[in-house]
C-alpha cells in the first residue's frame, strides 16, 4: 500500500488550499449571513479548470481521479460548506450521471457546459413524498407524438437555480402496463418548468437550494439519460460517487473547525496559561484530529476503489457514514472549546456545526447508510 499523494494530487490539493485561503474564506461569513450565492466564485474555479476536474478531456475536462476531486471538495469546505457542497453537487451529482450514461451527442451538448463551468450542475431525485424512499417518485413522464412530457415536483435540489439543464427521473409507462423510472435531461428555460428558491435552512446559506415545479414539459425523445427504465439504477450508481463527495465535504468542514479550535486553544488564555496547556482540552484536540484522519483515509480509499473500476458502495456509505457523524462530534467540541464565543457567528465554529448537519442527511441519511451496509455485508 502506498499512503502518498501522487504529484498531480499535491498539486491540485496545494492549489486548491491557496485558492480556499485567497479566494474563499475571505468573505464566507458574509456570504452565510446574507445568503449570497459563491458565484464568481464557481467562475474562477472554471477559469482555472476545475468545474470538469475527473471528466473526460474530450469533452472539457481534466482528466483527473477521484481522490483529486475528494482533495477539492475538502479544501473549499475547510473554509466554507456552501461552497464546497455547490463545488460536489455540481460534479458528482449533476456531471457524473451525464459522463456514465450519456450518449456521445449528450456529452458534448450537456457535459461541456458543466465543464466549461457555464452551466452548473443538478440532479433532480428527491421528492416531496420519496426522500430515503427514492424508489416512491411520482413524477410522470409520458410519451408524446414528439418525446415525452413531464408532470411533477422535485424538493432540496441543489445548484438548480444556476443550471440551464437538470438530470432528473420520472415514472414510465412501460410495456404490459409495469412502471419504471427513467432518467430524462431537462432545460430549466422549457415551458412549464419552474425553479423556486425560498427554503429558509438550518445551515449551507450561500448553497442553493431549490424545489422544482415541471407542469407538461415537453422534451425530445433523445432527452432520455441512458436506458429507458433503468433511470433509478442509474441514480443509486451517481450517489455511491455523490457519497464520495459529501464524505470529503464533512471531513473538510471538520478540518477547518478543529484548526479553529487548536488556535483558540494556543491563544486563549484561562487561570493563568493557555487552554491548550489543560489535559481535558488536549484529549479533546487529540480525538479530534484522530477522526478526521481516520475518516479522511477511508474517503481516500472509497475513492481509490471507484478509480480501479472496483466495487465501492460499501465503501461510499462508510465513508459517508463515518465521516458526517464525526463532523458533527468535531464541530460540537470545536464549539465547546470556544465556550461562549463559539455560540457566537464572529467566531465561525458557529457556522461550521450549522452546516455539517445535512452531511449527516444529503446523499442519504445515517439510517439509509446503515440499512446499505449491513446488506452488503450479509445480513
Given at each position: 500500500m502506498n499512503y502518498d499523494l501522487t504529484a498531480e494530487q499535491l498539486m491540485i490539493r496545494n492549489m486548491m488550499r491557496d485558492f480556499a485561503d485567497g479566494e474563499v474564506a475571505p468573505e464566507a461569513d458574509e456570504r452565510d449571513r446574507n445568503k449570497e450565492f459563491p458565484l464568481e466564485i464557481m467562475k474562477k474555479l472554471g477559469k482555472l479548470g476545475m468545474m470538469g476536474l475527473p471528466f473526460e478531456e474530450e469533452y472539457g475536462g481534466a482528466g483527473a481521479d477521484t481522490i483529486s476531486f475528494a482533495i477539492a471538495v475538502e479544501e473549499l469546505s475547510r473554509v466554507c460548506a456552501s461552497t464546497g457542497i455547490t463545488y460536489s453537487a455540481h460534479i458528482s451529482l449533476g456531471g457524473a450521471p451525464l459522463s456514465l450514461f450519456?450518449?456521445?451527442?449528450?456529452?458534448?451538448?450537456?457535459?461541456?457546459?458543466?465543464?466549461?463551468?457555464?452551466?452548473l450542475g443538478a440532479f433532480g431525485l428527491t421528492e416531496p413524498g420519496a426522500g430515503s424512499d427514492a424508489g416512491g417518485t411520482i413524477t410522470k413522464g409520458t410519451r408524446t407524438e414528439n418525446g415525452w412530457s413531464i408532470t411533477g415536483s422535485k424538493c432540496f435540489i441543489t445548484n438548480a437555480s444556476y443550471a440551464k439543464f437538470v438530470a432528473l427521473t420520472a415514472k414510465t409507462e412501460m410495456t404490459g402496463s409495469s412502471k419504471?423510472?427513467?432518467?430524462?435531461?431537462?432545460?430549466?428555460?422549457?415551458?412549464?418548468?419552474?425553479?423556486?428558491?425560498?427554503?429558509?435552512?438550518?445551515?449551507?446559506?450561500s448553497s442553493n437550494t431549490t424545489e422544482l415545479v415541471l407542469d407538461h414539459v415537453e422534451i425530445a425523445e433523445d432527452a432520455v439519460l441512458g436506458k429507458i427504465g433503468e433511470g433509478f439504477k442509474q441514480f443509486l450508481v451517481t450517489l455511491d460517487g455523490g457519497r464520495i463527495g459529501i464524505g470529503a465535504m464533512a471531513v473538510g468542514i471538520a478540518q477547518g473547525a478543529y484548526e479553529l479550535a487548536l488556535k483558540y486553544a494556543k491563544e486563549r488564555m484561562q487561570f493563568g496559561r493557555s487552554l491548550s496547556k489543560f489535559q481535558v482540552i488536549q484529549h479533546k484536540l487529540a480525538d479530534m484530529a484522530m477522526e478526521i484522519e481516520l475518516a479522511r483515509t477511508y474517503v481516500y480509499k472509497a475513492a481509490w476503489l471507484k478509480d480501479q473500476n472496483r466495487k465501492y458502495t460499501t465503501e461510499a456509505s462508510i465513508c459517508k457514514l463515518y465521516a458526517s457523524e464525526m463532523a458533527m462530534r468535531v464541530c460540537s467540541q470545536a464549539v465547546q472549546i470556544h465556550g461562549g464565543w463559539g455560540y457566537m457567528h464572529d467566531y465561525k465554529v458557529e457556522r461550521m456545526f450549522r452546516d455539517c448537519k445535512l452531511a449527516e442527511i444529503g446523499e442519504g441519511t445515517s439510517e439509509i447508510q446503515r440499512n446499505i451496509i449491513s446488506r452488503e455485508i450479509g445480513c
Open positions: 450519456g450518449t456521445k451527442e449528450q456529452k458534448r451538448e450537456f457535459l461541456v457546459p458543466i465543464c466549461e463551468g457555464t452551466s419504471e423510472i427513467t432518467a430524462f435531461i431537462v432545460p430549466t428555460d422549457a415551458s412549464g418548468f419552474e425553479v423556486i428558491s425560498n427554503y429558509h435552512k438550518m445551515g449551507l446559506h
